[in-house]
C-alpha cells in the first residue's frame, strides 16, 4: 500500500472556506467509507477530528465537514480561524489486514 | 481513554528496546491499541495493532520482523519492541487505540515516545 496524496499545502484567510484532498485508488479510499481525518498541532498528537468519510466526532466544530468521490476524499474547513493553522492528515482503511493507510499531510496556513 | 507512554530514549545502532503504553484493563478489554510512527520524511505510518484481549495482531508489512507488538492486559499496558535497533527507526512512535469494530478509526492517542538512534 502507497500513502495517500495531499498537496503539500492549502492557504485561506480567515472566514475563508479551505478544502484538502487525500487521493488513493479503488482497494482503499474508493473501496471502503472508512476515511478519516486527524489534526495535528506541532510537538502534539494527531487529533481525531473526522471518522467515516463525514462523520464528526463530539466537540468538533461543525467547520469541519468531509466527503469522498470514487478514489478522492476531501476535508473541508469552512469559516478558516486562526486556530485551524496545522497539519492534517486523512488516512484510509484497506482490509483487516491492512487497516490504516495515512495520507502525505497538508499544512494549512491562515494568512 | 487515556494512553500514558514511556519516556525518549536514545540508543546505539543494534541495541535493543522495549517501549510502552499504559491504558486500563477496561480499554484492553476492549479496544485495539496500535503504534504510529512518525518521521519527518515519512509523516504518519502505521506499524501495528494488537487486540489485547485475544492477542489478534496486524503488521504492516513495511514494519513486520523489524518490530514486536505485545501487551499484558493484566496491567493494561502494550509494548512495541525492536531486537536489533538501526539509524532508521529513529522517529516518534505514538500508541493509539481504536475500537473493536473494523474500519475504526484510532480515536485516542499517547503523547508519543522519541526513538533516537545514533552512534
Known amino acids: 500500500q502507497s500513502a495517500l496524496t495531499q498537496p503539500r499545502s492549502v492557504s485561506g484567510s480567515p472566514g475563508q472556506s479551505v478544502t484538502i484532498s487525500c487521493t488513493g485508488t479503488?482497494?482503499?479510499?474508493?473501496?471502503?467509507?472508512?476515511v478519516s481525518w486527524y489534526q495535528q498541532y506541532a510537538g502534539k498528537p494527531p487529533k481525531l477530528i473526522i471518522s467515516?468519510?463525514?462523520n464528526r466526532p463530539s466537540g468538533v466544530p461543525e467547520r469541519f465537514s468531509g466527503s469522498k468521490s470514487g478514489n478522492t476524499a476531501s476535508l473541508t474547513i469552512s469559516g478558516l480561524q486562526p486556530d485551524d493553522e496545522a497539519e492534517y492528515y486523512c488516512?484510509?482503511?484497506?482490509?483487516?489486514?491492512?487497516?490504516?493507510?495515512f495520507g502525505t499531510g497538508t499544512q494549512v496556513i491562515v494568512l | 481513554v487515556q494512553l500514558v507512554q514511556s519516556g525518549a530514549e536514545l540508543k546505539k545502532p543494534g541495541e535493543s528496546l522495549k517501549i510502552s503504553c499504559k491504558g486500563s484493563q477496561y480499554t484492553f478489554s476492549t479496544y485495539w491499541i496500535g503504534w504510529v510512527r512518525q518521521t519527518p520524511g515519512s509523516g504518519l505510518e502505521w506499524v501495528a495493532i494488537m487486540r489485547p484481549a485475544d492477542f489478534s495482531t496486524r503488521y504492516n508489512p513495511s514494519f513486520e520482523g523489524q518490530v514486536t507488538i505485545s501487551a499484558d492486559s493484566s496491567i493494561g499496558t502494550a509494548y512495541l519492541q525492536w531486537n536489533t535497533l538501526q539509524a532508521s527507526d529513529t522517529g516518534v512512535y505514538y500508541c493509539a487505540g481504536r475500537r473493536a469494530v473494523d474500519g475504526s478509526p484510532f480515536d485516542s492517542w499517547g503523547l508519543g515516545t522519541l526513538v533516537t538512534v545514533s552512534s
Open positions: 479503488y482497494t482503499d479510499v474508493g473501496r471502503y467509507n472508512f
Open positions: 467515516d468519510v463525514s
Open positions: 488516512c484510509a482503511y484497506a482490509g483487516t489486514w491492512y487497516p490504516y493507510v
